[in-house]
């Protein structure tokens, strides 16, 4: 009887799990609103470029075409893999500065005026151009001058967030921290870090974000290898299916790696964290 009776209660969840489960294919609200908007936003752009020639605004299906033929061409790839070397490594070193200058002026709190008051302003309102053109006389059309010109535009970005979150960490447990040990560097690793882990992962998407942004703007003005000067190319001759086309690409990676790789990582890190 007891075996029945569970079987008898398995059964009935089972149906009441069902509907569920089905449920959950349901779009919501929000998705039809955001497929009912690119919808719209495709049709105008099909519709506006019948009355406008290609070279001014190409259509979505002529876009489109451009976007799956570029893979097939190996220097295409090749260009690609130059951009994305470029910002993962801009934005590793961009951090990496970053967290040492904050650590820095977490220690010796007299460099705090110096580094947020002075040198994080100053690089903050210094524009992207003017490090591309610096970075263009002093390291040539090369890599480095991507690498430079991209770093520093970033690292006031993940400065000042470093920053906040040092400032936001518990002095209690800082306080117990000292009296286990006084190793600066053990106090570091075993519990500053665990402690600013959220924020360090805030900074570090905010300048993944935005690193596209830089260093596409400093290959095509250094003329580096990268999008950047597949953009240049383009503009060139007149092939604006293909500037589309790399753009398209470039918020494609963007999206997909921010929503549904960092932003995924950020949720489970902050319940973690209780952030």
């Known amino acids: 009887m007891q075996m ?8 009935v969840s089972g149906a009441e799990d069902a ?3 089905r449920r959950r294919w349901v779009p919501s609200r929000r998705t039809v609103a955001t497929v009912a908007f690119l919808v719209a936003v495709l049709a105008a752009w099909q519709v506006y470029s019948l009355f ?3 070279i001014q605004i190409p259509s979505p299906l002529r876009v489109a075409s451009r976007f799956v033929t570029m893979w097939s061409d190996a220097g295409f790839l090749t260009y690609a893999g130059y951009t994305l070397w470029h910002v993962l490594f801009s934005v590793v070193l961009a951090f990496v500065l970053a967290l040492v200058i904050a650590l820095t002026c977490y220690f010796f709190p007299v460099l705090d005026v110096a580094v947020y008051g002075r040198l994080a302003p100053f690089m903050n309102s210094f524009p992207g151009i003017g490090w591309a ?3 263009l006389i002093w390291f040539g059309i090369n890599s480095q001058a991507v690498i430079f010109s991209a770093t520093a535009a970033m690292l006031p970005l993940a400065l000042i967030n470093i920053g906040a979150g040092l400032r936001e960490l518990s002095r209690e447990a800082i306080e117990m921290s000292v009296s286990f040990s006084r190793a600066p560097l053990r106090r570091v690793r075993l519990v500053i870090l665990p402690m600013l882990f959220p924020y360090l992962f805030a900074a570090l998407r905010l300048c993944f974000g935005v690193s596209f942004q830089i260093v596409v703007i400093v290959e095509l003005l250094c003329g580096a290898k990268g999008l950047g000067s597949i953009i240049n ?3 060139s001759r007149y092939w604006t299916d293909m500037i589309f086309a790399v753009a398209i690409l470039i918020l494609l990676v963007v999206f997909v790696v921010d929503r549904l790789v960092l932003a995924r990582l950020q949720d ?3 319940k973690v964290y209780n952030v």
């Open 4 to 11: 029945a009776a569970e079987r008898l209660t398995d059964t």
């Open 19 to 21: 509907p569920a489960s």
């Open 52 to 54: 406008v020639p290609p």
């Open 133 to 135: 053109f610096l970075a």
């Open 233 to 235: 190319f383009a503009r």
């Open 268 to 270: 489970r890190i902050g």
